[in-house]
């Protein structure tokens, strides 16, 4: 009886052994779906750390169908296998780290952030935790950007860019008014432009400079 204990013992042993336990990983290769004929659905590579093995095209969980937030080589990722083999990887998580650490936020705060692959560059979404939402574009280390609008907690919206062009109708409705407080007022049609500059009002043929 003891023998017989001690054998299923070992063979119980032997088949746990043999169930892969999941993994940390580098993503090494990206294979998104970017056209109508490739068979990619967002995978990657993934080289497991402490062993050098690499596991190619490995699935990656999303949130819900038709979600896209690819990784990017180099990230650090969470390997599991299905029913324990190594056959059926899949990357089910990723993580910030000393060389990748995620971008300055406060409590509460909940921000996305995307990092441009080959450059610094870094566009941001951000719901602070006052209510404030905020995008910016090309958002540098000192803070500043390159455009941004701000929805503020108190309900305004506030643009921040080098040219705003508006292809339609500009509407300013119950008293509002409409102040620009540096530089021209120019509005054009029909070949004639009227500028208003401070307390000048001038009108010309021709439409404004681009």
């Not at 432009?193 to 404004?208: D, F, L, R, Y």
């Amino acid at each position: 009886m003891t023998s017989m204990v001690e054998l299923i013992r070992a063979v119980v042993r032997r088949e746990l052994a043999a169930l892969r336990p999941p993994a940390l990983g580098v993503v090494t290769g990206v294979h998104p779906h970017s056209g109508d004929g490739d068979e990619f659905n967002d995978e990657v590579d993934v080289r497991l750390q402490h062993e050098g093995l690499t596991l190619a095209r490995v699935p990656v969980a999303v949130a819900q169908p038709g979600t896209v937030a690819p990784l990017k080589n180099g990230d650090l990722v969470l390997v599991q296998f299905l029913a324990g083999s190594l056959a059926q990887p899949l990357v089910t998580a990723c993580f910030h780290h000393a060389d990748d650490r995620p971008p300055l936020h406060a409590e509460g705060d909940l921000v996305i952030e995307h990092r441009v692959p080959g450059d610094d560059t870094r566009n941001q979404l951000r719901f602070a935790a006052d209510g404030t939402i905020r995008i910016d574009r090309d958002l540098g280390a000192n803070g500043t950007a390159k455009a941004s609008v701000v929805l503020t907690k108190d309900g305004d919206v506030e643009v921040t860019c080098g040219t705003l062009r508006v292809k339609g109708n500009v509407v300013v409705e119950e008293d509002g008014d409409l102040t620009v407080s540096k530089g021209v007022f120019r509005a054009s049609d029909g070949g004639k432009t009227t500028e208003i500059s401070g307390t000048t009002i001038t009108g010309k043929p021709g439409g404004p400079s681009a």
